[in-house]
Structures are given as C-alpha cells and as structure tokens.
C-alpha cells in the first residue's frame, strides 16, 4: 500500500479488525519511509459493477458516491451513522448479488429510496427530491401525497 504522505510503496500493518458489521476489515498502517499512520478499509467486491445511466452511457459503480449521496440526505438528520453503513453495505451487496455485472442507475436510486424510507422519512423526500428532479412545490405535495395513499394501502 503506497503511503498517502510521501508516496513511499512500502507500508506496514500495526493493526487490522474488522467493523463493526463485518462487513470490512480497517487496517492501521504506518509508512516505513516517513512515519506517518493511516488507515486503510479492505472490503470483498463479488464483481466488476457497472452503472448503467437513463442515456445509456455506461461508468463504474462507485461506493463513494453511493455513499456521498446517502450522507447529503440524512445531512443533519438524527440517524446514526452506523445505520447509514448497514443500508449501504446491504444495497452493495444487494447489487452484487443480483448476478447481473451492469446495473441500471434506476435499480440503484430505488434500492436507496426504499432504504432511506425505512431510515428517516425527510431524507427520504430529500433524495427523493433529487432523484426524481422536483421543480416545484407541488412536486413535493404529489409525491408526498403519494406516499400517504401508500402508507395506508389505498
């Protein structure tokens, strides 16, 4: 692992564990060059996940923005971040495991609606509101409205 201080390409582990949900190993590392710890998050990837966009251009999945998108809608929010972690792993996993290597943007953006429904419901309308590209205040009254006749089964 390439020290992200000098650059040096040896590094040393001084402590690895696993998180919290084992879904990750965290590894302490210190760089024999210049000194300097980091820390370092090894996780299994089942396989190459593409993202497939609604104009058809095709990108690597990326769990950072996955994760950043998540983080800007519970910003502020009452919801433990360990719980952030859980939904994102198990909508990783989710995805992995479909056993399809593209993936459509659509089937993300659901799988993260469904798991910030459960979470909190105003980022739930927070991303909603992006990923669905509200315009106005009556595109939050409509889907808010929406949601309601759902809750109930109507």
Request: proline share 5%; charged share 35%; aromatic share 6%.
């Amino acid at each position: 692992m390439r020290c992200p201080f000098c650059s040096h390409a040896d590094t040393q582990v001084k402590d690895s564990r696993p998180t919290e949900d084992h879904a990750a190993i965290r590894r302490r590392r210190e760089c024999v060059s210049c000194g300097q710890r980091f820390t370092t998050f090894e996780r299994v990837q089942l396989r190459e996940l593409t993202v497939v966009k609604s104009n058809g251009r095709r990108e690597p999945f990326d769990r950072d923005k996955l994760t950043r998108s998540v983080m800007h809608a519970t910003r502020k929010r009452p919801v433990e971040p360990q719980r952030i972690d859980q939904m994102i792993n198990g909508i990783v996993r989710q995805l992995e495991m479909s056993g399809e290597g593209e993936i459509p943007a659509k089937a993300i953006g659901e799988a993260v609606m469904a798991g910030l429904a459960r979470l909190d419901p105003i980022a739930y309308v927070r991303f909603a509101s992006v990923y669905r590209n509200f315009r106005e205040v009556k595109d939050f009254e409509e889907f808010i409205d929406g949601e309601r006749l759902r809750s109930r089964g109507d």
